[in-house]
């Protein structure tokens, strides 16, 4: 009895004025130390060795976070608690055909036509719209390539007016959380080339291809993306057909967490 | 006497286990507190400080002694869990990596062609989001300014003519489609028959970002000159700067 009262006794001593509990180790140099001889082991399916002395924490593993991963990112909660973190980048919209995998190879099928006409030559219209969900603030990337092709509005021959032209690719929001601009004119991502022709060959006319990119640092919340497509004439010059999409039109929209 | 002695000369080793049960017998709720006898959590640490100062845990498991993940003995590593639960780190090559090519070979693009203009291999460990990107720098190398030349009247015509830059996978695992364009960027060059023209450099910045599948991979930048007449090569001044770069980021272990 009185062995058991003096550990106790010793024991309360340690801990209640050192704060500090060792494992291995009779020198502790932080509030838990975990010490010991080294030794390590490779975690299969990955490059990354467990190197021991290290700590399991079950409520970490996959059974208990219902996760299949070799390795999850762990965080650190506003309490101080050790808990896994979401993925460090999310794919939230991948279109192109090199993925075979992907779900849509070509973001703009069929190809869009627009004749412009001779009281309108400026052309400012949403190819497509893009839904998507921050679960938390992010970097946001956002990139497509778009493909064009100039014909004569008319009639569809070559243009071959020698006139010079402005083409090519911008993004907006059209619904965007508090804070985040949904102004007409709140265009980012702007790649807007120019065209200009005066020879009967369809050469001429494409495939032309920009890529429209941008990063964003944005909160959380539900985004709409409107990729939108710019094309003018000069009011007195031939209006054009715009082919938009008859080549190889591909996105990607990638969250970086901001943890 | 001597029982007390014996007890004494415990090693701390052994102390600090016992620590630990009595804690465990003495909450009688699976949760051990250090610093504190509320413990919010299976451990709980308590205590105040800032930064690294107490509270906190060490782990020499995780330490740059023990552990070559570490880049270096002052690096911080991010930490992750294994299927396990059990706490690792992992070095940099497998949170992000980095590739650049060679500087791009000033290469030819005869008119009417694409060529191939530099590779880079690289591996993706698991499945990844892979960013590349490169600047290129293009001319025209026929003399469209000489009003003598045969070449030149030619050219000088007012003709729209395309000319750029895009990617292909050389080799992909399965599942990838290789020999397939991605990353266009084809933009034209116009002549008049008036005055000195211009041959360049226009710049143009193939990108593209992919989700990929783990395995070997060979990205080739391509030049493309898409008219038979008009000659462009790809950095013809040799400069150093003009690189093709990769970069990897995991989505998932």
């Known amino acids: ?259 | 006497m001597k029982t007390q002695k014996n007890t004494l000369q415990m090693t701390s080793k052994k102390l600090n286990m016992a620590a630990i049960a009595i804690q465990i017998s003495v909450c009688c709720c699976a949760q051990i507190g250090i610093n504190t006898s509320a413990p919010q959590q299976a451990l709980h640490i308590s205590g105040t400080g800032t930064g690294i100062a107490q509270p906190v845990i060490r782990i020499d498991g995780l330490n740059s002694t023990n552990n070559p993940a570490h880049e270096s003995t002052t690096s911080t590593k991010r930490v992750f869990a294994d299927a396990n639960g059990t706490l690792v780190i992992a070095d940099n090559a497998q949170t992000n990596k980095f590739y650049t090519s060679v500087s791009l070979p000033s290469t030819d693009i005869p008119a009417g062609t694409e060529r191939p203009v530099t590779s880079q291999s690289f591996t993706l460990n698991y499945p990844s989001i892979v960013h590349v990107e490169a600047r290129v720098g293009m001319n025209s190398t026929d003399n469209i300014s000489d009003p003598t030349s045969s070449t030149s009247l030619l050219e000088r015509n007012g003709q729209a003519r395309l000319f750029g830059s895009y990617y292909k996978l050389t080799a992909a695992p399965a599942g990838v489609a290789t020999n397939t364009a991605f990353g266009q960027v084809i933009i034209s060059h116009s002549t008049n028959t008036g005055g000195a023209q211009l041959n360049g450099q226009f710049y143009i910045e193939p990108k593209k970002d992919l989700y990929l599948p783990k395995g070997n991979y060979t990205l080739t930048l391509y030049g493309y000159a898409q008219d038979n007449t008009m000659n462009f090569a790809v950095n013809s001044l040799n400069q150093a700067t003009q690189k093709m770069m990769i970069s990897i980021t995991p989505v998932n272990y």
């Open chain 1, 1 to 259: 009895m009185m062995k058991k009262i003096l550990i106790l006794g010793i024991l309360i001593f340690s801990i209640g004025v050192r704060s500090q509990v060792g494992i291995a180790t009779s020198a502790p140099q932080k509030a838990l130390h975990i010490s010991g001889s080294t030794s390590s082991t490779a975690i299969p399916g990955t490059s990354v060795n467990i190197v021991r002395p290290t700590m399991r924490v079950d409520g970490l593993n996959n059974t208990n976070q219902s996760t299949t991963d070799q390795l999850r990112p762990v965080s650190v909660s506003d309490k101080g608690d050790l808990v896994l973190s979401g993925a460090l980048v999310k794919p939230l919209v991948v279109i192109d055909p090199i993925n075979t995998a992907n779900t849509e190879k070509d973001y703009i099928l069929p190809a869009v036509t627009i004749n412009q006409t001779s009281g309108s030559t400026t052309t400012n219209s949403v190819i497509r719209s893009f839904n998507f969900t921050l679960t938390s603030p992010s970097l946001v990337k956002f990139s497509t390539v778009t493909s064009f092709q100039f014909l004569r509005a008319s009639d569809g021959g070559v243009v071959t007016d020698g006139s010079n032209r402005a083409w090519g690719t911008r993004y907006r929001f059209s619904a965007a959380p508090a804070g985040i601009s949904t102004a007409a004119n709140a265009y980012f991502g702007e790649s807007i080339r120019s065209y200009n022709n005066a020879v009967n060959t369809t050469d001429a006319t494409g495939t032309f291809y920009t890529a429209s990119d941008d990063t964003l640092s944005l909160p959380a919340g539900t985004y709409t993306l409107d990729v939108n497509l710019f094309a003018a004439t000069n009011t007195t010059q031939t209006p054009l057909r715009i082919i938009c999409g008859g080549g190889t039109d591909t996105i990607s929209i990638v969250a970086f967490p901001i943890q």
